[in-house]
T-cell receptor, first 109, second 115 residues
C-alpha cells in the first residue's frame, strides 16, 4: 500500500473546535510535511518536521512525529470555516516526496 | 517562495485528442515536477523535468503518453496525448525549494475532463 496513509479520511467539526489528523508511513524518512489543498486547487505547504524532531508549531498548527511508530499528527487549534480543505501528509525520503491519501476537513460555522 | 501559474485552468476535451498544459514560474528553478490527481485521490508524480535533459518518468507513466518539454529554467509543458476518460484528473506542476524537491510549491492545477 501507499506510503502515507491518513486517518480519518473525512472529519467534520464546529468552528472553534480542534481538529486532529493522523498520518502513518512505512519506510524511513528524512522529513514529513503537511500540505493543504482547497477545492481541488494547488497544494500549499504548511509545515515540515525533520526526522530528528518530535514536535513543531506554526501559528495554530502543531505537528508531532513519532519515528518509532512511523506516524505523525497534525493538530489545528481553534478551527475556522476557512480551514475547510483537504490536508495531505507527504514524506520525503531518498530525494522523493510521496503524498498520503489525505483528510477532508470540514469546519462548520 | 515561487509563484507558479498554469494554463489552461480547466478544459473539456474529446477522447483521442491531446492537450498541452503550460507551467510558468516567476524565478529560475532547476527541477520542475508534474503530478496527476485523479478525482478524490492523492497526488501521483508523473515525471521530473530538468532543464536541458530528458524528463524522468515514474513507473506507470511513459513519454509517448505524457511528453514533457523544459526549454528553459522558468517554463515547462506537459502534453496528455490520445486522451481517454481515464485521463480526467487535475494536473499540477510544482517546483522544489532551494533547488531541490524537499519542499514543493504548487501551481493552481489544470482540471481536465475527457468525454
Amino acid at each position: 500500500s501507499q506510503q502515507g496513509e491518513e486517518d480519518p479520511q473525512a472529519l467534520s467539526i464546529q468552528e472553534g473546535e480542534n481538529a486532529t489528523m493522523n498520518c502513518s508511513y512505512k519506510t524511513s524518512i528524512n522529513n514529513l510535511q503537511w500540505y493543504r489543498q482547497n477545492s481541488g486547487r494547488g497544494l500549499v505547504h504548511l509545515i515540515l518536521i525533520r526526522s530528528n524532531e518530535r514536535e513543531k508549531h506554526s501559528g495554530r498548527l502543531r505537528v508531532t512525529l513519532d519515528t518509532s511508530k512511523k506516524s505523525s499528527s497534525l493538530l489545528i487549534t481553534a478551527s475556522r470555516a476557512a480551514d475547510t480543505a483537504s490536508y495531505f501528509c507527504a514524506t520525503f525520503s531518498g530525494s522523493r516526496l510521496t503524498f498520503g491519501e489525505g483528510t477532508q476537513l470540514t469546519v462548520n460555522p | 517562495s515561487a509563484v507558479i501559474s498554469q494554463k489552461p485552468s480547466r478544459d473539456i476535451c474529446q477522447r483521442g485528442t491531446s492537450l498541452t498544459i503550460q507551467c510558468q514560474v516567476d524565478s529560475q528553478v532547476t527541477m520542475m515536477f508534474w503530478y496527476r490527481q485523479q478525482p478524490g485521490q492523492s497526488l501521483t508524480l508523473i515525471a521530473t523535468a530538468n532543464q536541458g535533459s530528458e524528463a524522468t518518468y515514474e513507473s506507470g507513466f511513459v513519454i509517448d503518453k505524457f511528453p514533457i518539454s523544459r526549454p528553459n529554467l522558468t517554463f515547462s509543458t506537459l502534453t496528455v496525448s490520445n486522451m481517454s476518460p481515464e485521463d480526467s484528473s487535475i494536473y499540477l506542476c510544482s517546483v522544489g525549494s532551494w533547488g531541490g524537491q524537499e519542499t514543493q510549491y504548487f501551481g493552481p492545477g489544470t482540471r481536465l475532463l475527457v468525454l
